[in-house]
Protein backbone atom coordinates (compact mmCIF):
# COMPACT_ATOMS: atom_id res chain seq x y z
CA UNK A 1 0.00 0.00 0.00
CA UNK A 2 2.51 2.71 0.79
CA UNK A 3 4.73 1.91 -2.48
CA UNK A 4 1.10 2.20 -4.21
CA UNK A 5 1.18 5.44 -2.68
CA UNK A 6 4.32 6.57 -2.97
CA UNK A 7 4.87 5.56 -6.63
CA UNK A 8 1.53 7.75 -7.18
CA UNK A 9 2.52 10.77 -5.43
CA UNK A 10 6.25 10.90 -7.15
CA UNK A 11 3.97 10.64 -10.53
CA UNK A 12 1.39 13.44 -9.44
CA UNK A 13 4.12 16.18 -8.27
CA UNK A 14 6.62 14.78 -10.68
CA UNK A 15 4.56 15.21 -13.71
CA UNK A 16 3.13 18.87 -12.64
CA UNK A 17 5.18 21.93 -12.77
CA UNK A 18 2.75 23.57 -10.70
CA UNK A 19 2.35 22.02 -7.52
CA UNK A 20 6.58 20.67 -8.54
CA UNK A 21 7.41 23.88 -8.21
CA UNK A 22 6.36 24.65 -4.65
CA UNK A 23 9.08 24.41 -2.14
CA UNK A 24 7.24 22.14 0.05
CA UNK A 25 6.01 20.41 -2.05
CA UNK A 26 9.67 19.21 -3.56
CA UNK A 27 10.94 18.82 -0.22
CA UNK A 28 7.59 15.89 0.35
CA UNK A 29 8.83 15.01 -3.51
CA UNK A 30 12.25 14.06 -1.87
CA UNK A 31 10.95 12.30 1.26
CA UNK A 32 8.99 10.16 -0.89
CA UNK A 33 11.83 8.97 -2.91
CA UNK A 34 13.42 8.28 -0.14
CA UNK A 35 10.54 5.96 1.70
CA UNK A 36 10.21 4.40 -1.83
CA UNK A 37 13.94 3.14 -2.01
CA UNK A 38 13.15 2.24 1.98
CA UNK A 39 10.33 -0.06 1.09
CA UNK A 40 11.58 -1.64 -1.82
CA UNK A 41 14.75 -2.48 -0.31
CA UNK A 42 13.52 -4.02 2.73
CA UNK A 43 10.73 -5.81 0.43
CA UNK A 44 13.92 -7.46 -1.14
CA UNK A 45 15.96 -8.07 1.93
CA UNK A 46 13.08 -9.78 3.41
CA UNK A 47 12.26 -12.13 0.21
CA UNK A 48 15.93 -13.26 -0.32
CA UNK A 49 16.42 -14.24 3.34
CA UNK A 50 13.23 -16.05 4.31
CA UNK A 51 14.33 -18.63 7.31
CA UNK A 52 15.29 -17.56 10.76
CA UNK A 53 18.73 -18.67 11.58
CA UNK A 54 19.66 -19.93 8.39
CA UNK A 55 21.96 -18.33 6.95
CA UNK A 56 20.65 -17.79 3.00
CA UNK A 57 23.28 -15.72 1.22
CA UNK A 58 26.73 -15.02 1.17
CA UNK A 59 28.39 -11.72 3.43
CA UNK A 60 29.00 -9.52 0.85
CA UNK A 61 25.68 -9.52 -0.92
CA UNK A 62 24.07 -9.38 2.54
CA UNK A 63 26.32 -6.20 3.52
CA UNK A 64 25.16 -4.98 0.40
CA UNK A 65 21.73 -5.06 1.11
CA UNK A 66 22.12 -3.79 4.55
CA UNK A 67 24.09 -0.83 3.06
CA UNK A 68 21.59 0.18 0.71
CA UNK A 69 18.81 0.05 3.77
CA UNK A 70 20.64 2.13 6.30
CA UNK A 71 21.35 4.58 3.61
CA UNK A 72 17.17 5.05 2.68
CA UNK A 73 16.21 5.00 6.17
CA UNK A 74 18.86 7.86 7.25
CA UNK A 75 18.02 9.71 4.04
CA UNK A 76 13.71 9.19 5.03
CA UNK A 77 15.16 10.70 8.40
CA UNK A 78 17.07 13.33 7.22
CA UNK A 79 14.59 14.36 4.70
CA UNK A 80 12.26 14.50 7.59
CA UNK A 81 14.26 16.68 9.61
CA UNK A 82 14.48 19.51 6.02
CA UNK A 83 10.48 19.00 6.54
CA UNK A 84 10.72 20.39 10.46
CA UNK A 85 13.44 23.10 9.61
CA UNK A 86 10.99 24.48 7.14
CA UNK A 87 7.76 23.84 8.47
CA UNK A 88 9.29 25.91 11.92
CA UNK A 89 10.91 28.27 9.28
CA UNK A 90 6.95 29.06 7.84
CA UNK A 91 4.40 28.34 10.69
CA UNK A 92 6.36 29.35 13.55
CA UNK A 93 9.33 32.33 12.73
CA UNK A 94 7.63 35.89 12.94
CA UNK A 95 10.13 36.92 10.01
CA UNK A 96 10.85 34.08 7.90
CA UNK A 97 14.20 33.28 6.88
CA UNK A 98 15.33 32.94 3.43
CA UNK A 99 18.17 30.79 2.83
CA UNK A 100 19.72 30.94 -0.80
CA UNK A 101 19.53 27.83 -2.95
CA UNK A 102 17.61 25.95 0.02
CA UNK A 103 16.81 23.28 -1.82
CA UNK A 104 20.40 22.35 -3.23
CA UNK A 105 21.72 22.68 -0.26
CA UNK A 106 19.07 20.57 1.63
CA UNK A 107 19.24 18.13 -0.89
CA UNK A 108 23.66 17.68 -0.36
CA UNK A 109 23.20 17.28 3.73
CA UNK A 110 19.94 14.53 2.92
CA UNK A 111 21.25 12.79 0.34
CA UNK A 112 24.95 13.20 1.13
CA UNK A 113 25.38 12.85 4.95
CA UNK A 114 23.72 9.48 5.36
CA UNK A 115 25.80 8.14 2.65
CA UNK A 116 28.83 9.45 4.63
CA UNK A 117 27.64 7.82 7.37
CA UNK A 118 27.07 4.25 5.74
CA UNK A 119 30.59 4.75 4.69
CA UNK A 120 31.78 5.71 8.36
CA UNK A 121 30.14 2.41 9.89
CA UNK A 122 31.28 0.49 7.07
CA UNK A 123 34.56 1.06 7.15
CA UNK A 124 34.75 0.78 10.99
CA UNK A 125 32.83 -2.56 11.24
CA UNK A 126 34.74 -3.93 8.41
CA UNK A 127 33.43 -7.72 8.93
CA UNK A 128 30.94 -7.08 11.38
CA UNK A 129 29.06 -4.64 9.41
CA UNK A 130 25.95 -6.86 8.88
CA UNK A 131 24.27 -10.07 10.61
CA UNK A 132 24.17 -12.89 7.68
CA UNK A 133 20.77 -14.40 8.98
CA UNK A 134 18.95 -11.52 7.62
CA UNK A 135 20.65 -8.83 6.13
CA UNK A 136 20.46 -6.19 8.56
CA UNK A 137 23.32 -3.99 10.91
CA UNK A 138 25.43 -6.01 13.92
CA UNK A 139 24.43 -4.38 17.15
CA UNK A 140 27.26 -1.85 17.18
CA UNK A 141 27.05 -1.24 14.04
CA UNK A 142 22.79 -0.15 13.92
CA UNK A 143 24.06 1.57 17.63
CA UNK A 144 26.19 4.11 16.06
CA UNK A 145 24.83 4.49 12.72
CA UNK A 146 21.13 4.35 12.89
CA UNK A 147 19.42 4.85 16.29
CA UNK A 148 22.30 7.76 17.46
CA UNK A 149 21.17 9.59 14.04
CA UNK A 150 17.75 9.05 14.34
CA UNK A 151 17.42 9.80 17.69
CA UNK A 152 19.19 13.54 17.10
CA UNK A 153 16.96 13.86 14.24
CA UNK A 154 13.74 12.83 16.71
CA UNK A 155 14.46 15.32 19.22
CA UNK A 156 14.95 17.95 17.19
CA UNK A 157 11.72 17.12 14.88
CA UNK A 158 9.82 16.73 18.11
CA UNK A 159 11.28 20.61 19.25
CA UNK A 160 10.17 21.88 16.06
CA UNK A 161 6.58 19.89 16.31
CA UNK A 162 5.67 21.27 19.71
CA UNK A 163 6.29 24.63 18.88
CA UNK A 164 4.19 24.31 15.39
CA UNK A 165 1.19 23.17 17.59
CA UNK A 166 1.50 26.02 19.96
CA UNK A 167 1.80 28.66 16.89
CA UNK A 168 -1.48 26.79 15.22
CA UNK A 169 -2.90 27.18 18.34
CA UNK A 170 -1.98 30.62 19.02
CA UNK A 171 -5.19 32.26 17.36
CA UNK A 172 -7.29 30.48 19.37
CA UNK A 173 -6.12 30.61 23.06
CA UNK A 174 -9.03 32.14 25.13
CA UNK A 175 -12.03 32.46 22.62
CA UNK A 176 -15.89 31.58 22.54
CA UNK A 177 -15.64 28.94 19.93
CA UNK A 178 -18.30 29.41 17.66
CA UNK A 179 -19.43 27.08 14.14
CA UNK A 180 -16.56 28.27 12.24
CA UNK A 181 -13.59 28.57 14.69
CA UNK A 182 -14.85 24.80 16.14
CA UNK A 183 -14.24 23.97 11.97
CA UNK A 184 -11.02 25.95 12.37
CA UNK A 185 -9.93 23.22 15.28
CA UNK A 186 -10.57 20.66 13.80
CA UNK A 187 -9.23 21.55 10.34
CA UNK A 188 -5.46 22.08 12.37
CA UNK A 189 -5.92 19.13 14.37
CA UNK A 190 -5.89 17.54 11.16
CA UNK A 191 -2.91 19.59 9.95
CA UNK A 192 -1.41 18.67 13.11
CA UNK A 193 -2.01 14.75 11.75
CA UNK A 194 -0.28 15.74 9.02
CA UNK A 195 2.66 17.28 9.89
CA UNK A 196 3.48 14.23 12.11
CA UNK A 197 3.29 12.06 9.44
CA UNK A 198 5.69 14.10 7.38
CA UNK A 199 8.18 14.75 10.75
CA UNK A 200 8.16 11.25 11.20
CA UNK A 201 7.89 11.43 14.49
CA UNK A 202 5.89 7.50 14.92
CA UNK A 203 9.80 6.43 14.43
CA UNK A 204 10.41 7.29 18.34
CA UNK A 205 8.37 4.34 18.96
CA UNK A 206 11.00 2.02 18.05
CA UNK A 207 13.05 3.48 20.96
CA UNK A 208 9.68 2.55 23.65
CA UNK A 209 10.67 -1.26 23.22
CA UNK A 210 13.78 -0.96 25.28
CA UNK A 211 10.65 -1.26 28.13
CA UNK A 212 10.03 -5.17 28.23
CA UNK A 213 6.61 -5.54 29.60
CA UNK A 214 5.33 -3.20 26.59
CA UNK A 215 8.25 -4.26 23.56
CA UNK A 216 5.53 -6.54 21.85
CA UNK A 217 2.76 -3.74 21.41
CA UNK A 218 5.48 -1.15 20.69
CA UNK A 219 7.00 -2.81 18.22
CA UNK A 220 3.53 -3.52 16.88
CA UNK A 221 2.42 0.03 17.11
CA UNK A 222 5.87 0.89 15.49
CA UNK A 223 5.68 -1.42 12.76
CA UNK A 224 2.35 -0.56 11.43
CA UNK A 225 2.46 2.91 11.70
CA UNK A 226 6.32 3.35 9.82
CA UNK A 227 5.21 0.54 6.75
CA UNK A 228 2.14 2.96 6.37
CA UNK A 229 3.72 6.18 6.49
CA UNK A 230 3.83 6.19 2.56
CA UNK A 231 0.33 5.36 2.35
CA UNK A 232 -0.43 8.07 4.91
CA UNK A 233 1.18 10.53 3.21
CA UNK A 234 -0.62 9.40 -0.41
CA UNK A 235 -3.86 10.22 1.14
CA UNK A 236 -3.11 13.73 3.45
CA UNK A 237 -1.04 14.90 0.30
CA UNK A 238 -2.22 13.71 -2.60
CA UNK A 239 -5.90 13.09 -1.86
CA UNK A 240 -6.86 15.09 0.90
CA UNK A 241 -5.33 18.42 -0.71
CA UNK A 242 -8.02 20.39 -3.48
CA UNK A 243 -5.02 21.49 -5.83
CA UNK A 244 -4.09 17.91 -6.17
CA UNK A 245 -7.49 16.58 -7.37
CA UNK A 246 -7.80 19.30 -9.36
CA UNK A 247 -4.31 18.59 -11.31
CA UNK A 248 -5.54 14.62 -11.81
CA UNK A 249 -8.92 16.39 -12.97
CA UNK A 250 -7.21 17.99 -15.92
CA UNK A 251 -4.66 15.00 -16.55
CA UNK A 252 -6.56 12.16 -16.18
CA UNK A 253 -10.24 13.25 -16.79
CA UNK A 254 -11.41 10.17 -18.52
CA UNK A 255 -9.42 7.72 -15.98
CA UNK A 256 -10.67 9.21 -12.56
CA UNK A 257 -13.90 8.00 -10.53
CA UNK A 258 -16.90 10.82 -10.75
CA UNK A 259 -16.03 12.12 -7.01
CA UNK A 260 -12.54 13.63 -8.89
CA UNK A 261 -14.00 14.94 -12.03
CA UNK A 262 -16.87 17.34 -10.69
CA UNK A 263 -15.65 20.64 -9.70
CA UNK A 264 -17.44 20.57 -6.26
CA UNK A 265 -14.47 17.96 -5.24
CA UNK A 266 -11.71 20.76 -5.88
CA UNK A 267 -13.53 22.73 -2.82
CA UNK A 268 -14.57 19.84 -0.51
CA UNK A 269 -12.58 18.95 2.27
CA UNK A 270 -11.28 22.69 3.08
CA UNK A 271 -13.48 25.11 5.36
CA UNK A 272 -14.30 28.88 5.09
CA UNK A 273 -11.35 30.30 6.51
CA UNK A 274 -12.24 33.13 8.86
CA UNK A 275 -10.70 36.52 9.62
CA UNK A 276 -8.52 35.34 12.35
CA UNK A 277 -6.98 32.47 10.15
CA UNK A 278 -6.69 34.79 7.32
CA UNK A 279 -4.66 36.90 9.13
CA UNK A 280 -2.08 34.62 11.02
CA UNK A 281 0.90 33.00 9.11
CA UNK A 282 -1.02 29.54 9.87
CA UNK A 283 -3.49 30.03 6.90
CA UNK A 284 -3.28 26.62 5.74
CA UNK A 285 -6.12 25.99 3.62
CA UNK A 286 -3.97 24.39 0.87
CA UNK A 287 -2.63 22.20 3.19
CA UNK A 288 -0.21 21.94 6.31
CA UNK A 289 2.16 24.67 5.45
CA UNK A 290 2.30 27.91 3.23
CA UNK A 291 2.77 26.93 -0.30
CA UNK A 292 5.02 29.92 -1.06
CA UNK A 293 7.31 32.49 1.49
CA UNK A 294 7.88 35.82 1.61
CA UNK A 295 10.85 35.45 -0.74
CA UNK A 296 8.26 33.97 -3.16
CA UNK A 297 6.16 36.24 -3.46
CA UNK A 298 8.05 39.65 -3.03
CA UNK A 299 9.23 39.65 -7.01
CA UNK A 300 5.32 39.95 -7.90
CA UNK A 301 4.03 42.69 -5.65
CA UNK A 302 7.18 44.44 -6.38
CA UNK A 303 8.70 44.83 -3.20
Known amino acids: ?32 CALLGLYVVFIVMISVDTKRDVT ?19 AAIFWMAVEGYNMHN ?38 HYAQTDFCFLA ?36 QHLDKTEKRQRIRRFQNAVCILTLMGLTWSFGYLSIIQPASAVVQGIFTVLNSLQGFFIFMLYCVRQPQVRMAWRSQFKCCLPKYFTTPSAASSGSGQPSSTLKNSSSDLKDGPFPTRTPAEIRPETGG
Open 1 to 32: MSISGLVMTIFTFATNKKLRDRKPNQILLSLC
Open 56 to 74: ELSPLPCSILAAFLQYFIL
Open 90 to 127: LLVLVHHYYLPRFMKKASLIAWGCPLLIVGITAGASRQ
Open 139 to 174: FWPVISGLLIPIGVVMIFNFVIYVRVLMRLNKTMKG
